[in-house]
């Protein structure tokens, strides 16, 4: 059973750049039949899909912040991350981090825990 | 990209009603949708994959039915345990979509 858990700063500046880290336990970040994802929830709102990525490199981003979004993967360390650039007080939100099982589509069936980022000054 | 739309947004019933919520796409998705439940400071859980596959360890309850452009989950008798709120999510597209959300509570 995979386990994921976000890491980062919980306090970020406006127009800085926030930075997270998911770390895969229970698995292998390069098993096939996964791929990962980044999806935030505003405090009291519903679920947004940030972006998605293979073990390859390969990424899908959100059209709404794909100018501002890098997701990266690092094998050896079995572990994922996301940056957002030039974020502002929209970007506040629980940020979790999640295993994509790509049979029939693709589902995601671990979460972390999430992580809050708040943006301030 | 692809809207997913739920209705109703909010819904109250009785322990032991049918309960039944509703998500639609804003095109024909196949089955790729899938149905998750987040209780309150919790990260969300799968229910449903493809429509109508039960994921392993779910209550027997939980139903999910649907294609191309309409789907369903239904309780068949809400227990209070059941209070959440629901989520569809389509994976037809890897630019994956959310529904936003149906707040189930007990009347």
């Known amino acids: 059973q995979l386990q994921l858990q976000e890491s980062g700063p919980g306090l970020v500046k406006p127009s800085e750049t926030l930075s997270l880290t998911c770390t895969v336990s229970?698995?292998?970040?390069?098993?096939?039949?996964?791929?990962w994802g980044w999806i935030r929830q505003p405090p009291g709102k519903g679920l947004e899909w940030i972006g998605t990525?293979?073990?390859?490199?390969?990424?899908y981003y959100n059209s709404s912040l794909k100018s501002r979004v890098t997701m990266s993967v690092d094998t050896s360390r079995n572990q994922f991350s996301l940056k957002l650039r030039s974020v502002t007080a929209a970007d506040t939100a629980l940020y979790y981090c999640?295993?994509?099982?790509?049979?029939?589509?693709?589902?995601?069936?671990?979460w972390g825990q999430g992580t809050l980022v708040t943006v301030s000054s | 990209d692809i809207q997913m739309t739920q209705s109703p947004s909010s819904l109250s019933a009785s322990v032991g009603d049918r309960v039944t919520i509703t998500c639609r796409a804003s095109q024909n998705i196949s089955n790729y949708l899938n149905w998750y439940q987040q209780k309150p400071g919790k990260a969300p859980k799968l229910l449903i994959y493809a429509a109508s596959s039960l994921q392993s360890e779910v209550p027997s309850r939980f139903s999910g039915s649907g294609s191309a452009t309409d789907f369903t989950l239904t309780i068949s008798s809400l227990q209070p345990e059941d209070v959440a709120t629901y989520y569809c999510q389509q994976s037809y597209s890897m630019l994956c979509t959310f529904g936003q959300g149906t707040k189930l509570e007990i009347k």
């Open positions: 229970g698995g292998s970040i390069s098993y096939s039949i996964y791929y």
């Open positions: 999640a295993s994509i099982y790509s049979d029939t589509g693709g589902y995601y069936d671990y």
């Open positions: 990525i293979f073990h390859s490199g390969s990424t």
